[in-house]
């Protein structure tokens, strides 16, 4: 019988290609399954079906994820807790947005979509 586990947000680490940042506030993982089906000429039953997943990330942080250092594009996301490193490739950015309230920090948040996710154990 597995044990259950709970994942504390203290104790994920997040890497931006590859390197550690700080200031984030949450993330959201998601995965969309589309179904890909293969027909054969004038029949209505499929001969293949193929599952291509679809990653969406939305990432809350104290710092805009756009403007990455040197100008970088970026390419890979990975959460790290537990034993287990989580990595998402092939990322871009869909869309960012800034949430400013008086007297409080500047929240940006970004959605990301990612086409590959590994994970590894460590």
Known sequence: ?????????????????????????????????????????????????EESPEYTLVIKSRYDLSDLPNGEQLSSVSFEYGGRKITYSGCAVGSTSARMLPGKLTEYSAVLSASDRSVEYV
């Open 1 to 49: 019988m597995s044990k259950l586990k709970f994942v504390h947000g203290d104790g994920v680490s997040v890497k931006i290609n590859g390197r550690a940042v700080g200031g984030i506030l949450s993330a959201e993982c998601g995965v969309k399954n589309n179904l890909m089906k293969i027909q054969e000429f004038l029949t209505v039953k499929p001969v293949y079906f």
